[in-house]
Nanobody
Framework: QVQLVESGGGLVQAGGSLSLSCAAS????????MGWFRQAPGKEREFVAS????????YYADSMKGRFTISRDNAKNTGYLQMNSLKPKDTAVYYC??????????????????WGQGTQVTVSS
């Protein structure tokens, strides 16, 4: 069973940066496609970015393009989300997710098989 553990969340001022990590265990990380999602209080879980197992294909939600960068290091079984130019509206719990195939829209949470517990990101104005 694959386990995902996020880290790197915290409190940052608007305009600042944070780097999130997602450590995977219990499976072959290089076989998994990864995604990052976020969920603010009272809102649905929202797609942030995704990356294929090889790291050669990345996708972003429109509001994150140019500010966030998704990456992975298969040798370290770890995925990353670099977040720059953060805004108060980026405040949410951030989750990493993984799936074993590419069936279905990568932007939809239901197409992911494994989830981390989430890490809080708070951006102050």
């Amino acid at each position: 069973q694959v386990q995902l553990v996020e880290s790197g969340g915290g409190l940052v001022q608007a305009g600042g940066s944070l780097s999130l990590s997602c450590a995977a265990s219990g499976g072959t990380f290089s076989n998994l496609h990864m995604g990052w999602f976020r969920q603010a209080p009272g809102k649905e879980r929202e797609f942030v970015a995704s990356i294929r197992w090889s790291g050669t294909n990345t996708y972003y939600a429109d509001s994150m393009k140019g500010r966030f960068t998704i990456s992975r290091d298969n040798a370290k079984n770890t995925g990353y989300l670099q977040m720059n130019s953060l805004k108060p509206k980026d405040t949410a719990v951030y989750y990493c997710a993984a799936r074993t195939n590419l069936y279905g829209d990568a932007r939809l949470p239901r197409h992911y098989d494994y989830w981390g517990q989430g890490t809080q990101v708070t951006v102050s104005s």
